[in-house]
Nanobody, 119 residues
Framework: QVQLVESGGGLVQPGGSLTLSCAAS????????MGWYRQAPGKQRELVAE???????NYADSVKGRFTISRDNDKNTVYLQMNSLKPEDTAVYYC?????????????WGQGTQVTVSS
């Protein structure tokens, strides 16, 4: 079982940047899809970005061109670089690790980190 710990959330002004980190313990293989999800108050959790070590990436339309997911295999850490942040990006962000054949609702989850975009 993979354990995930997120960090890097906080308060940022609109237009600002923030980088989230997700440190994984346990075995992360090339069969793992690492993803970032978010859940805003009163809304369902949604996929923000996901990627594999093969180079595959997938982004929500709302963050394309602003967010970048990356992975440091040596450190077993996944990052989410968030630029040009908007108030609507405010949410709790969760890291997820699932095997490629598992559905997006499954796998391991971190505890979440709060991102607030406000002036």
């Amino acid at each position: 079982q993979v354990q995930l710990v997120e960090s890097g959330g906080g308060l940022v002004q609109p237009g600002g940047s923030l980088t989230l980190s997700c440190a994984a313990s346990g075995s992360i293989s090339s069969f793992h899809v690492m993803g970032w999800y978010r859940q805003a108050p009163g809304k369902q959790r949604e996929l923000v970005a996901e990627g594999r070590s093969s180079g595959y990436t997938n982004y929500a339309d709302s963050v394309k061109g602003r967010f970048t997911i990356s992975r440091d295999n040596d450190k077993n850490t996944v990052y989410l670089q968030m630029n040009s942040l908007k108030p609507e990006d405010t949410a709790v962000y969760y890291c997820n690790a699932r095997l490629v054949w598992q559905s997006r609702d499954s796998g391991s989850w971190g505890q979440g980190t709060q991102v607030t975009v406000s002036s």
